[in-house]
């Protein structure tokens, strides 16, 4: 019998919307058997290395995030599309991957519908949600940006960002310069082609 009803694994899959690691798991009283049942019998899925999820169907935003969150070991930082879905930028045309990044000595690779990216530049506004950290929306706007490959679709998510307030073209040019040169050609030239048409 799995034994996953105790009052602290339903507080923690309460709160991480029904999420968990196996180190939170293994806190709450189970054993690796209790999780080895638990899988084989479908009530647990397996998501991401050591990350389950404790009820069947597809998963939400939030989930993927938490899950990500979880797979980092709380040391990751969502950003690109998944961050601004998170600031309620909800009509934007968000990926299905969840970008997240992590410390630059992290040892954890991209797996399933989690893009990871080691950074040696954590974004100094990450705010906490959860049990994850969250891009400020320059940020987010940025890293969104450098993963995108058509410039059409680059100019159009800066254009909406300065207009709606999410990002001011200081603060994404000032993203740019402490980027470096990596992915950054295609949000340069949109932030330049910007401030031509608005001069």
């Known amino acids: 019998m799995v034994r996953n009803d105790s009052p602290e694994l339903a507080d923690v899959l309460a709160r991480q919307h029904d999420i968990v690691s196996?180190?939170?798991?293994?806190?709450?009283?189970?054993?690796?058997r209790d999780i080895r049942l638990a899988l084989?019998?479908?009530?647990?899925?397996?998501?991401?290395?050591?990350?389950?999820?404790?009820?069947?169907?597809?998963?939400?935003?939030?989930?993927?995030?938490?899950?990500?969150?979880?797979?980092?070991?709380?040391?990751?930082q969502v950003t690109g599309f998944a961050a601004l879905d998170w600031h309620a930028l909800r009509d934007l045309a968000s990926e299905e991957r969840v970008h997240i990044l992590v410390p630059h000595s992290t040892r954890r690779v991209s797996y399933n519908f989690v893009r990871?990216?080691?950074?040696?530049?954590?974004?100094?506004?990450?705010?906490r949600a959860g049990g994850y950290d969250v891009c400020s929306t320059p940020r987010a706007v940025a890293d969104a940006c450098r993963g995108l490959s058509d410039g059409e679709a680059v100019r159009s998510l800066v254009a909406e960002a300065v207009a709606r307030g999410w990002a001011t073209v200081t603060e994404l040019r000032r993203e740019l310069d402490l980027a470096g040169a990596s992915r950054t050609r295609p949000l340069r030239l949109a932030l330049r082609q910007f401030c031509d048409v608005v001069s």
């Open 116 to 127: 990871v990216q080691r950074t040696r530049r954590p974004d100094a506004l990450a705010r």
């Open 22 to 32: 196996r180190t939170q798991a293994l806190a709450t009283g189970l054993d690796a």
């Open 40 to 76: 084989d019998t479908g009530r647990w899925r397996l998501l991401l290395p050591n990350v389950y999820a404790a009820r069947p169907g597809e998963l939400n935003a939030e989930q993927k995030r938490t899950a990500a969150g979880l797979y980092t070991a709380g040391t990751g």
